[in-house]
């Protein structure tokens, strides 16, 4: 239910999960490269998540995203 905060930070994290999936995670032994590729996978991937939402959602979910 996104009309509460519960179920905004709900779908906030589910989207972070999926992202962290997506995008490979992170280990403590990474190099810069990797980690710099990580981090636009999990950009790329959260605006992609984002965009497939509608305009209500989103503005709910900037509060807490």
């Given at each position: 239910n996104l009309s509460t905060v519960a179920g905004q930070k709900a779908l906030s994290n589910?989207?972070?999960?999926?992202?962290?999936k997506v995008c490979g995670g992170t280990t403590a032994r990474q190099s810069l490269g990797e980690m710099q590729d990580y981090?636009?996978?999990?950009?790329?991937?959260?605006?992609?998540?984002?965009?497939?939402?509608?305009?209500?959602?989103?503005?709910?979910?900037?509060?807490?995203?």
């Amino acid at each position: 239910n996104l009309s509460t905060v519960a179920g905004q930070k709900a779908l906030s994290n589910r989207i972070r999960v999926a992202v962290h999936k997506v995008c490979g995670g992170t280990t403590a032994r990474q190099s810069l490269g990797e980690m710099q590729d990580y981090q636009t996978c999990t950009n790329r991937a959260s605006q992609n998540a984002l965009a497939s939402l509608d305009k209500a959602t989103k503005a709910r979910l900037a509060v807490n995203f």
